[in-house]
Nanobody, 120 residues
Framework: QVQLVESGGGLVQAGGSLRLSCVAS????????MGWYRQAPGKQRELVAS???????SFTDSVKGRFTISRDNAKNTVYLKMNSLKPEDTAVYYC??????????????WGQGTQVTVSS
């Protein structure tokens, strides 16, 4: 069984910063891509940022230059550093991981989500 546990969300004023963390645990052999998604009320879940096992990153246009994504492969952890936050960044942020487990099957997992609220 695999679990993804996010932390680091909260309430912040516009212009502030937050860092989200997501730790993957369980019967993991290796992790391919890890990513952060977000879902605001009444909107579809969208991919915010992702990072491959080799460190290649991608970002949705609205966060480019403000957010960075990184990972610590030894700790099975992915981070999302969010700077210059805007009210429109308010959403529940979800961690996602594409990984291989002990039976060598490839699976996709989601965390439970962490709320980020940016006040104006």
């Amino acid at each position: 069984q695999v679990q993804l546990v996010e932390s680091g969300g909260g309430l912040v004023q516009a212009g502030g910063s937050l860092r989200l963390s997501c730790v993957a645990s369980g019967s993991i052999v290796s992790i391919n891509r890890m990513g952060w998604y977000r879902q605001a009320p009444g909107k579809q879940r969208e991919l915010v940022a992702s990072i491959t096992s080799g460190g290649s990153t991608s970002f949705t246009d609205s966060v480019k230059g403000r957010f960075t994504i990184s990972r610590d492969n030894a700790k099975n952890t992915v981070y999302l550093k969010m700077n210059s936050l805007k009210p429109e960044d308010t959403a529940v942020y979800y961690c996602n991981a594409d990984l291989y487990i002990m039976d060598l099957s490839r699976n996709n997992y989601w965390g439970q989500g962490t709320q980020v609220t940016v006040s104006s």
